[in-house]
């Protein structure tokens, strides 16, 4: 599978689309489709202190409330 | 791909508890939109500290990562001991094949090289607080920008990461592009919050409105900027939630933050978040004279987790009840005293995942492929 090729579901509950993610008009957009492309994205989402990971409302990524 | 299994996975990840432990309610600053009420200068005994770490360690498991997450008042006001002290009792666990992760939210202003060393080798995740430009921070976070400004830069020079939230108030929503500009041009992540609407500086609380139109105008500057390298959240959390089919990993869409959170206060009392310890109708108990699983069954825990999305009004019916969740429990208890309405920003937010769902609709359509 090309690693820009994604499966996402947006409005319609059951749509598959297939998208080409330099087509995209939005370079912010890109750059979480392409993060998603990555396989270890599991990994980054729990795993890891990264941008992906649980977050609350202050800056630590983690989840905690700021202020 | 993002697909169904991977989904799941992070559902069942996102199962454990974190606590948020305030080693320390005194802070060495006295921010004008502070929520934390009384400020008491007593660190929290090392034996409140091995009871929490041992209880949600073990509480959560080895299939789970248990993070803690440690706030205050001032965190670092603690002291480096005590956080060596945190991190042995953790490495007792992590030897028997526990996973752990440490987060700090911290004014910085008391960082040094000796905790930058130590949170770069123990891997904490760092957060700080960051109005924006010296003149919008200045104004209400007691003229400490310069100090924070440095040592976030020179955090991240010697390799540590931190991350940034940016509060929102009326004195400082005419200048969302400025403080965009401020945050790209540094290359700092950042998150925009409203301040929380706490009737102690009800000068500063956005209206709905304001808070959409801010939040409107800061996802349009982002999502078309070619020159930006930043994560801008709200902006990249609600897209996220979109790809994640509702999965929204921030506090306040969670549904009921208490599924994942607890706040532990120096003298061992337990409560939601850190946003209701000034509320004694809050708390749940308290860890030296109760045990974990007795916290976690707590009548005041099981009262305060019947608040979901079925038992709001507004929510019921509401569009985006998957991506929203009631929003935060302590917005909806500050205007309305009482936690079983929803969230008082829910009107900006309903707005703002209306209009970007529509606008990453867009792109990706205009992007399909011919199959």
């Given amino acids: 599978m090309e690693t820009n090729e994604l499966i996402i579901e947006l409005k319609e509950p059951n749509l598959n689309v297939n998208i080409d993610i330099e087509r ?9 489709l392409r993060e998603f492309s ?30 | 791909m993002l697909n169904n299994k991977i989904i799941n996975q992070i559902k069942k990840n996102i199962g454990a508890i974190t606590p948020i432990i305030e080693p320390v309610t005194l802070c060495n600053l006295s921010c004008s939109y502070c929520f934390v009420g009384e400020k008491k200068s007593s660190n929290m005994e090392f ?9 949600v360690i073990i509480h959560n498991g080895k299939d789970s990562i248990t993070k803690f997450i440690w706030h205050g008042g001032e965190p670092l006001l603690a002291g480096l001991d005590f956080y060596m002290k945190v991190v042995d009792f953790q490495n007792n666990f992590k030897k028997d094949g526990y996973r752990i992760l440490n987060a700090i939210q911290t004014n910085l202003t008391l960082l040094n090289d000796e905790f930058i060393d130590f949170f770069i080798k123990n ?18 976070r007691c003229n400490s920008f310069d100090k924070v400004f440095k040592n976030l830069h020179y955090a991240k020079s010697k390799g540590l990461h931190v991350g940034v939230i940016c509060i929102l108030t009326k004195e400082t929503l005419p200048h969302i592009e400025e403080i965009y500009s401020f945050f790209r041009d540094n290359n700092i992540d950042f998150t925009l919050s409203p301040v929380i609407p706490n009737s102690r500086y009800s000068e500063f609380i956005l209206t709905t409105d304001e808070y959409y139109i801010a939040l409107k105008q800061l996802f349009d500057l982002w999502y078309l900027d070619e020159n930006c390298k930043i994560r801008v959240n709200p902006c990249g959390s609600i897209i996220q939630s979109i790809l994640l089919k509702g999965i929204n990993l921030s506090c306040i869409h969670s549904e009921n933050c208490l599924n994942h959170f607890l706040t532990f206060l120096p003298n061992g009392d337990v409560f939601p978040c850190n946003r209701f310890t000034d509320y004694e109708q809050f708390k749940i108990g308290n860890i030296s004279n109760m045990t974990f699983t007795e916290i976690l069954k707590s009548e005041k825990r099981s009262e305060l987790l019947s608040r979901t999305i079925e038992t709001i009004n507004a929510c019921r019916k509401c569009e985006f009840r998957q991506y929203c969740k009631g929003g935060c429990m302590n917005h909806a208890y500050e205007f309305y005293q009482t936690i079983y309405e929803r969230d008082y920003y829910c009107q900006s937010f309903f707005k703002i995942f209306q209009y970007i769902n529509e606008k990453v609709n867009v792109s990706i359509n205009k992007a399909k492929r011919q199959i």
Wanted: one cysteine or more.
């Fill in chain 1, 38 to 67: 990555d396989p270890e994205i599991v990994t980054k989402m729990y795993d890891k202190h990264s941008d992906w990971g649980q977050q609350g409302q202050c800056g630590c990524v983690m989840g905690c409330l700021g202020g």
């Fill in chain 2, 47 to 55: 034996s409140i500290l091995e009871k929490i770490i041992s209880s």
């Fill in chain 2, 123 to 140: 891997e904490f995740g760092v957060g700080t607080s960051l109005d924006g430009t010296k003149e919008l921070h200045d104004k209400n």
């Fill in chain 1, 24 to 32: 995209i008009d939005s370079p912010a957009l890109q750059r979480i």
